[in-house]
């Protein structure tokens, strides 16, 4: 993708424009401008945007970035400009706003969106125009950043989606601008940037439907379907939640997941004695905990001899402090008992929506899933991952698994829903009720039309999200997995028969 960019973006050095632009400029920082508006002209290809417009803004955004406070200081009063708050806060943003100062006094640029575009390129701001969206990313993506595989990740999906991609990239700043103790102030301005962009988005995505007859309980024929996998594939496990196999589901290729390797599950922090034995007899190899180690420190698993414990967390630990449009939107649909057990016992919905359709903004969690897959290629006998309740950071991995394995979405979203039937009730329950008697499976029933345990919807907008995002080609498979070509084909044959 690297030489894709390069060929729509060169610039030409001999430019009298771009020989004065350097004038004000390191080497390194003239680099780094070159490496922006190459991205830059590269996205602007994609849409219905003045081309030449994008290439002189992307030249200016840094224009003062080798200045010093001073210096800066001095530019403001020669054209009578009061600098704002946010820069004698944050002094990165200040050579933002000074650079606009110097692209329309002194390079003429007079476009509106342009000198947005440069003067909010730091932070950004809510309804950003496409020119600023496309500086923006282009500045914070560009080739000489770290993190390349993520980065080139989301110039992928801004050439068709770059509001998904804005996202996510604000989510990485935000991510910084909290670890480096950034003044709370300029922080709030990119929530607010973050915030409003989602609100926008969540408009008009029909990926995430709100409806509540359409997430708060399965269709009928998706209660049977789970109904049935959970009296096929359920492991009794009477302390341990949502224990079962994944086995039997067909793919593309023709061929089926095996039985007796892959099990899903909830915590083994109450495992007893018997049952680990039992765990033993089914050739159980290595277990893979996905949960935060203050999880894992509250409520460890029980040791089972003979295996190997992995704890690889999937996400940071869960604040609920904060709930954004997504959040808020599902949560007002829900009684206030409910809204109050929902926040104490699950992990919040927009945690869960991120999870899925922002798997790789985080470069931890991404080298989590690659050494996950890595454990899952390598380790020999049969593998249980877990995370609390075995339903969302569990589903991401199995989701991941089945997809990279060729399984239809039909089959993935099946094996998420049937979390909606264990989880409901305690294991005791479950063994009665998934009996033969219709009464008892009726209950069951009408107990998921008031549980919000499980929402089919955030998985299948995930899998939507991470089938276009991911598997469209051979390269997003490898960033989303670690898995080259030749690993691939040894994890297919070793859990497909």
């Known amino acids: ?62 224009i003062a970035k080798d200045m010093s406070p001073d210096e800066m200081a001095n530019i403001a009063g020669k054209y009578g400009h009061q600098i704002q708050d946010i820069s004698l806060q944050y002094e990165a943003n200040l050579h933002a706003e000074i650079g606009a100062l110097i692209a329309e006094h002194e390079f003429g640029l007079s476009d509106k969106d342009a000198l947005n575009a440069i003067r909010f390129h730091v932070c950004a701001r809510p309804d950003m ?46 991510e910084y601008q909290v670890s480096n103790s950034i003044p709370k102030y300029v922080c709030d301005i990119t929530s607010e940037a973050y915030d409003y962009l989602l ?22 024929e998706e209660f049977d379907e789970a109904f049935e996998l959970i009296r096929c594939n359920q492991i009794k496990l009477k302390s341990v939640e949502n224990a079962r196999w994944i086995k039997d589901l067909p793919t593309n290729s023709g061929r089926k997941i095996k039985d007796g390797l892959l ?36 409520a460890p698993d029980k040791s089972i001899a003979g295996v190997r414990y992995e704890n690889i967390p999937l996400v940071e630990n869960i604040d609920t402090s904060r709930m954004d449009y997504l959040t808020q939107r599902y949560m007002q649909s829900l009684s206030e008992t409910d ?66 394995l060729g399984c239809d979405k039909k089959y993935i979203i099946n094996d998420y829903n049937a979390s909606a039937v264990t989880l409901f009730t305690k294991t005791e329950s479950i063994k009665a009720d998934l009996g033969v008697r219709d009464n008892g499976k009726e209950n069951l029933k009408r107990g998921l039309q008031t ?27 490898f960033e989303a997995t670690g898995c080259n070509d030749r690993e691939l084909e040894l994890l297919r044959n070793k859990f497909l028969v």
């Open 451 to 477: 549980s919000i345990s499980v929402v089919p919807e955030v998985l299948r907008s995930g899998l939507y999200y991470i089938e276009n995002n991911y598997f469209s080609n051979d390269s997003f498979i």
């Open 263 to 298: 099990i899903r599950s909830g915590n083994l922090h109450q495992l007893t004695d018997e049952e680990a034995d039992y765990l033993n007899t089914l050739g159980l190899s290595l277990v893979i905990d996905l949960r935060t180690p203050m999880e894992v420190a509250q």
């Open 129 to 174: 125009s496409l020119l600023e969206k496309i500086i923006f990313l282009s500045d914070h993506a560009e080739p000489q950043r770290p993190n390349q595989p993520m980065l080139r990740t989301l110039i992928e999906i801004a050439k068709t989606d770059i509001n998904l991609s804005i996202l996510r990239m604000l989510r990485v700043v935000i």
């Open 199 to 220: 609100e926008d988005y969540c408009k008009t995505d029909q990926i995430y439907d709100q409806s509540p007859e359409n997430n708060d309980i399965l269709s009928d």
């Open 339 to 404: 809204r109050a057990w929902y926040v104490e016992q699950y992990a919040r919905i927009d945690e869960v929506i991120k999870m899925y359709r922002n798997i790789s903004m985080d470069a931890r969690s991404l080298d989590s899933i690659h050494r996950i897959f890595q454990l899952l290629r390598e380790s020999p006998g049969t593998i249980l991952f877990h995370c609390t309740s075995g339903k969302d950071r569990t589903g991401i991995i199995a989701a991941l698994l089945l997809l990279v």
């Open 1 to 62: 993708m690297l030489e894709e960019i390069r060929k729509f973006g060169q610039i030409k050095l001999e430019d009298e424009w771009i020989s004065h632009i350097k004038t004000y400029m390191s080497d390194s920082r003239f680099e780094h401008t070159l490496g922006v508006t190459t991205v830059a002209v590269y996205l602007s290809e994609f849409y219905d945007v003045d081309k030449d417009l994008v290439r002189k803004t992307a030249l200016l955004h840094d």
